[in-house]
Antibody, heavy 126, light 108 residues
Framework: ELQLVESGGGLVQPGGSLRLSCAAS????????MSWVRQAPGKGLEWVSA????????YYADSVKGRFTVSRDISKNTLYLQMNSLRAEDTAVYYC???????????????????WGKGTTVTVSS | EIVLTQSPGTLSLSPGERATLSCRAS???????LAWYQQKPGQAPRLLIY???SRATGIPDRFSGSGSGTDFTLTISRLEPEDFAVYYC?????????FGQGTKVEIK
């Protein structure tokens, strides 16, 4: 069964840091692009960051560029999101999502997301 | 950045009725790279439609998608009780990927 399980959320003060994890199972993790998508309380979905299957290419929304870093550990089948300089507006549920298949020669940076985790909640407040 | 505008904001219908949800893009979405998701309270989004009209695995055939260019539609032919939820469109034809603000389908 394909599964994504996020962890690492919590309460953090403005300016603080947090690292989210997403454990993947049921598919060949290294063959698929992955994304982080967030949802502020009562709001819609916002794409945050993406990473290619190999981890060699990363992409960010302008709202988090320079503050967030996405990475993956293929040996652990785990996706990460390092969040620094957190702001109140980063408060949200953070979902990891499985994206497109990546061949050895190409991996699209834009795709639909067919498997989602249940999310982990990040609250930035003093 | 492509802005997606969904309408209406809320759709009040009864079980068994037909639901028609609209998603309009500020620029043409290349190759009809448009997806639809369903989200219920406290749950993660679920992929319904990709490529504007292809149903995802396990999605009932009462869900259908259509459209191209800047205008896309999600139709639920006969609403079942479990279909009352929020629906989002997403374009993945250009960077950054963007979502619409959602349409809530509520029980009348």
């Amino acid at each position: 069964e394909l599964q994504l399980v996020e962890s690492g959320g919590g309460l953090v003060q403005p300016g603080g840091s947090l690292r989210l994890s997403c454990a993947a199972s049921g598919f060949t993790f290294s063959s698929y692009a992955m994304s982080w998508v967030r949802q502020a309380p009562g709001k819609g979905l916002e794409w945050v960051s993406a990473i290619s299957g190999s981890g060699g290419s990363t992409y960010y929304a302008d709202s988090v560029k320079g503050r967030f870093t996405v990475s993956r550990d293929i040996s652990k089948n785990t996706l990460y999101l390092q969040m620094n300089s957190l702001r109140a507006e980063d408060t949200a549920v953070y979902y990891c999502a499985k994206g497109t298949y990546c061949s050895t020669t190409s991996c699209s940076k834009n795709y639909y997301m067919d498997v989602w985790g249940k999310g982990t909640t990040v609250t930035v407040s003093s | 950045e492509i802005v997606l505008t969904q309408s209406p904001g809320t759709l009040s219908l009864s079980p068994g009725e037909r639901a028609t949800l609209s998603c309009r893009a500020s620029q043409s979405v290349s190759s009809s790279y448009l997806a639809w998701y369903q989200q219920k309270p406290g749950q993660a989004p679920r992929l319904l439609i990709y490529g504007a009209s292809s149903r995802a695995t396990g999605i009932p055939d009462r869900f259908s998608g259509s459209g191209s260019g800047t205008d896309f539609t999600l139709t639920i032919s006969r609403l079942e009780p479990e279909d009352f939820a929020v629906y989002y469109c997403q374009q993945y034809g250009s960077s950054p990927m963007t979502f619409g603000q959602g349409t809530k389908v509520e029980i009348k």
